[in-house]
């Protein structure tokens, strides 16, 4: 990738001390941006900034922020124009299991309303809080931004239940749960009103969704997700970074309201 595609641009990553949002913060370092990583875990952020800055020093700062809370969302942005910051580029990434596993992982037909609403506090809800809060931290400095939300294939198609037979992610069994796929399919959904809506403005809106990633996956799920790929095996978050600077810089100047599916070719079957 061209170290220089982002260089004079800031920008601004929830869940960035998640898995895939170390990966989006270390990228874009890479491509020049300066890199503001949120997460709702303070310590998170700030070790994720102080990697990225061991590598491209000086590119990176953290600040916490919790996306659920308008009011939390609202002063992680006053403290970005505090400094006289203009935020170029979004990636919405934050999302949620919840603190409680065997509550995300219930059964549909005894899945609480609380843990419902608890996920979509934070893969709905938030999406919907930064966007709308960053969206007029651009178009009050007449910025021509991009927005990339992170969604999932799970928003676009069901998960194949025959898969999580035997099943485990750090030894538990695991699933899909339906908040999951809802959830993401909202974002989506987001997106591509946003695109329309802010068109105009100049603001991009674009949603990458991502297949499956390996992250710690039984060697049960592994192979029995992959063959359900056409290109046979689960994918690596390294793997979003082509889409992700795309997305983000100049050189998609023409695309919005676009998912881009990553996925090794699960869906086209």
Known sequence: MNDQLLEGKTALVTGGGGLLGQVFCESLANSGAQVIVADIDGA??????????????????????????????????????????????????AATKTNNLDDFFEPFETFTLKTWQEVNSINLDGMFLVAQA???????????????????????????????????????????????????????ALSTYLAAYWGSKGIRVNTISPGGMFSGQ??????????????????????????????????????????????GGLTIW
């Open 218 to 263: 039984n060697a049960q799920f592994v192979t029995r997700y992959s063959d359900k790929v056409p290109m046979k095996r689960m994918g690596d978050p390294k793997e979003l970074e082509g889409a992700l600077l795309l997305l983000a810089s100049d050189a998609s100047s023409y695309i919005t309201g676009q998912n881009f599916l990553i996925d």
């Open 134 to 188: 960053i969206g007029n931290h651009m178009i009050k400095n007449g910025t021509k931004g991009s927005i990339v939300q992170i969604s999932s294939i799970y928003g676009v198609t069901a998960p194949d239940q025959r898969i999580y037979e035997g099943s485990e992610f750090n030894g538990r069994p695991i699933n899909t749960p339906a908040v999951y796929s809802v959830s993401k399919a909202g974002v989506i």
């Open 44 to 93: 998170a952020a700030e070790k994720v900034a102080h990697e990225v800055n061991k590598q491209y020093p000086g590119k990176a700062n953290s600040i916490q922020c919790d996306v659920s809370d308008p009011k939390s969302v609202g002063a992680m942005v006053k403290d970005i124009e505090a400094t006289e910051t203009q935020v170029d580029v979004l990636i919405n990434n």
